[in-house]
């Protein structure tokens, strides 16, 4: 499958590390994706690697959020207004909304996790009288590396979501919270039977928060989780993203907490 | 392919075989077949049943591969050869395309017709497998799209083989255009022949020397088939294979294996469905032409699982069991069916002897122990 | 207040006659925004059970001046050192926005439940839960989880 060409519209820099890129087609678009599902970006000459969509436009042009962890991620990280740059995809199951209708929806995002999850808020919005309470947690490292800070501004004032932030790790000028993003999970007064949650964020979060919430009595089917492994294909045939049975490409990323919960604990699988 | 299977059965001499591997290049076919070369038995073109390993046999045992002379003549009386037919499919390493400024080009290829000859019934099956899980990829389709195959059922199992626990042989299953079994003894040399398909039969009609096969010798060709499934080498325990390796997730079992594995990747390279690759992406050094390729990759290479600063996968424990659960287990889940065909090649190119079916045996020991 | 203590998980071991019991040491206090309840190093006599609002534990770095350590919010227990007679608070906490919360005296929670041992092994269990969760919390946060890969295993 051949990259296409998307050129870079805006680029919009998060945090000390992270910036969110808009690509638009340089001549045909690929499909859109959903909230959830990823593309292949094709650094030229250095490298792919598979980016979550973190913001769907109407006009076709596509936001990637990338952090800057290595060769291939550098480079994304750092294309300038107008480059080329290109895309494969779109890739992988994404979040599941209607399952989910008439639930209240409990989103957590934990650092980089806010990014696959924002095209899933953004996309409530637009049918916010299916569900009930919706709350978002958001947990970042400390103060200054929260992603999308004026729009996690507006959604809490918007009156539609509840909006929690909470930091690893406070600074001076913080009066916010403090804590583990389970420190307001565990607070939230939940009605299991109609509740569901979406989360995204480093495993152990992940792991973290879904028992925390089965402890609580959601059904594992329920948690939605988005994991992440080595992908070099994005269709099932590299073999590099297995988590036992799944073929994380193919098999999610977005899968419920039933499927993972007994693969992500596994040492070494 | 279809399984239509013509006129019955027909018997072909040495001098048939030559004729129906020089119908298939007069058709414009490439031949590929076993011959001898560097003291083993490979995969190569070949041009004559000439070039086919005629009289070798080969002494393969766990950590152990070496050719010795057999009293007949016998040309596909061997197994477990490092090379399989995977790599004719699904080259060791690929151009997928180039990018010189004026946007991407799929790789240039040639996409030759290619003729397997001498198929045994577990890689018949293992390209089965790499069919489902490569098949919709473009590149693998043109290559074997076209293919023609003569399989070959085995007579004489080797030390290491397993196909018949793996449901895979020792007579080869559907997939094939031509069916032989050899029959070669101090005084006589021939072929059984079926056809498996339209082109096979007309393949086989091509062949002037062919005769209908008698009643006699069919069932002759037949029964050291079926007498060749009861003197396998070795055997996969019985029983959910699935369920076994996923019970045994936390078996202390692992380390043991970790203690002998090298993590060398040698099973992966000859094991015949093995299909994992990694991407390469280059530049020229004034980054005007840029190209990606693909390469076989090996799930037991220390990055195969690389995220977030190190691998998931790190000890050779893990990486043992991800390669073992995956081809007798995950597989099932992923791709409905087995992965592990029974050839045994894994077993003679470990430089350690390690044997999968006595790991697997060993699980369901200790899983028996344990309920 | 009886029906109060029962929905707070803390106390849902207890049977009816213990939660009166506890009932007995408890109060319902009010505290505004900004608001010091505990100073680090101040002699311990009561705890809170936070039952609206956040509470900001802190403590003074030289250098780094007053730093929040952790925000408590509804449900969680302010204080944990009432336990064990003419202890001093380790840490100081500051309401940030107006609390709502149960104040328990400690040593007569702790003659209590010296006079019922059942009570007390309940509400111990129900208190003992309380800080694993924490520490929990703690430990995640220990994990650092979204800090950047080091520097010498970056992704090629």
Redesign the interface.
């Given at each position: 499958m051949l990259p296409v060409a998307y050129r870079v519209v805006e680029r919009a820099a998060q945090t000390r590390d992270a910036a969110t890129l808009r690509l638009q087609p340089d001549r045909a678009p690929l499909r859109r994706g959903r909230p959830g599902q990823f593309y292949m970006l094709y650094a030229r000459g250095i490298g792919e690697v598979p980016i979550s969509i973190s913001g769907i436009e109407d006009d076709g042009s596509l936001a990637f959020t990338i952090r800057d962890v290595g060769a291939v991620s550098r480079s994304l990280h750092s294309t300038r207004l107008g480059a080329l740059v290109g895309v494969r995809g779109p890739f992988g199951i994404g979040w599941d909304t209607s399952s989910a209708i008439g639930h209240d929806l409990v989103i957590v995002a934990g650092g980089l996790g806010l990014a696959p999850l924002r095209p899933l808020v953004l996309e409530l919005f637009g049918h916010r009288g299916d569900f009930g309470v919706i709350t978002v947690i958001v947990g970042a490292r400390g103060p200054s590396e929260f992603l999308f800070r004026d729009e996690l501004a507006a959604w809490a004032a918007g009156g539609d979501l509840r909006v929690e932030l909470t930091v690893d790790q406070p600074a001076a000028d913080w009066g916010g919270p403090v804590g583990f993003v389970t420190d307001p999970l565990a607070r939230l007064v939940l009605d299991p039977a109609t509740t569901t949650a979406f989360l995204c964020g480093p495993e152990p979060m992940m792991r973290f928060c879904a028992d925390l919430l089965l402890r609580d009595g959601l059904p594992a089917a329920r948690v939605q989780l988005s994991l992440e492994r080595n992908m070099q294909c994005g269709v099932g045939v590299c073999g590099h993203c297995q988590l036992g049975p799944l073929l994380v490409c193919r098999d999610g990323p977005v899968v419920t907490y039933a499927t993972a919960g007994d693969l992500v604990g596994v040492r070494e699988l | 392919m279809r399984g239509r299977r013509g006129d019955g059965p027909v018997v072909l001499d040495v001098i048939g075989l030559d004729g129906l591997l020089t119908a298939l290049r007069t058709d414009g076919y490439r031949v590929i077949g076993p011959t001898v070369r560097d003291d083993a038995i490979v995969l190569e073109e070949i041009d004559s049943v000439d070039r086919l390993p005629a009289g070798w046999g080969v002494d393969a045992r766990p950590g152990h591969y070496r050719l010795r002379r057999r009293a007949d003549a016998a040309m596909f009386a061997h197994s477990a050869g490092a090379h399989s037919w995977k790599q004719f499919l699904h080259p060791p390493r690929q151009r997928l395309?180039t990018?010189d400024g004026a946007?991407?080009q799929?790789a240039d290829d040639d996409y030759p017709r290619l003729a397997f000859f001498g198929v045994h019934g577990c890689d018949l099956a293992a390209i089965a497998r790499l069919r489902t899980?490569?098949g919709?990829?473009a590149a693998f389709a043109r290559r074997a799209d076209g293919l023609f195959v003569v399989a070959v059922a085995c007579t004489e199992p080797g030390d290491v083989c397993f196909c018949a626990s793996a449901g895979t042989g020792p007579a080869p299953g559907t997939g094939y255009d031509v069916a032989l079994t050899e029959l070669a003894g101090p005084d006589d040399h021939w072929f059984l022949a079926e056809a498996g398909s339209d082109a096979g039969t007309r393949a086989l009609a091509a062949v002037p020397s062919r005769r209908a096969a008698t009643a006699a010798e069919t069932e002759q060709a037949h029964t050291a088939v079926v007498d060749a499934a009861t003197r396998m080498g070795r055997r996969l325990p019985p029983g959910d294979l699935r369920d076994l390796l996923h019970d045994s997730?936390?078996s202390p079992r692992w380390d043991d294996v970790a203690q002998r594995c090298l993590t060398c990747g040698n099973c992966t390279m000859v094991c015949p469905t093995c299909?994992?690759?990694?991407?390469e992406?280059?530049?020229d050094l004034t980054?005007a032409h840029?190209e990606?390729a693909?390469r076989w990759?090996s799930?037991f290479e220390l990055?195969?699982?690389?995220?977030?600063?190190?691998s998931?996968?790190?000890?050779s424990?893990?990486r043992y069991r991800?390669w073992m659960?995956?081809k007798l287990?995950?597989w099932h889940?992923?791709f409905g069916s087995s992965g592990c065909v029974g050839c045994g090649r894994c077993i003679a190119w470990c430089p350690v002897g390690i044997d999968i079916t006595a790991e697997a045996a060993a699980l369901a020991r200790e899983h028996a122990g344990d309920a | 207040m009886l029906d109060d203590l029962g929905a707070l998980p803390l106390f849902a071991g207890l049977d009816d006659a213990q939660r009166r019991v506890i009932g007995t040491v408890a109060l319902d206090v009010h505290f505004a925004a900004g608001r010091r309840m505990l100073f680090d190093g101040q002699e311990t006599r009561a705890w809170w059970l936070i039952r609206s609002g956040s509470v900001a534990l802190d403590t003074t770095v030289p250098g780094r001046g007053v730093v929040t350590v952790q925000t408590l919010g509804a449900g969680d227990v302010l204080g944990w050192s009432w336990f064990v007679p003419a202890q001093r608070w380790r840490f100081g906490a500051v309401t940030l926005e107006p609390v709502r919360a149960l104040e328990l005296d400690g040593a007569r929670l702790r003659a209590v439940c010296d006079a019922d041992p059942s009570l007390g092994y309940r509400l111990t269990q129900g208190l003992l839960e309380a800080a694993v969760h924490g520490l929990h919390s703690t430990r995640a946060r220990l994990l650092d989880l979204y800090a950047q890969p080091p520097d010498g295993r970056r992704a090629p």
């Open positions: - | 395309f990018e946007g991407y799929p899980v490569l919709g990829t997730r936390e299909f994992c690759t990694s991407t992406d280059v530049t980054g840029a990606r693909e990759a799930c990055d195969f699982s690389f995220l977030h600063g190190g998931v996968r790190r000890s424990a893990s991800q659960t995956h287990a995950t889940d992923q | -």
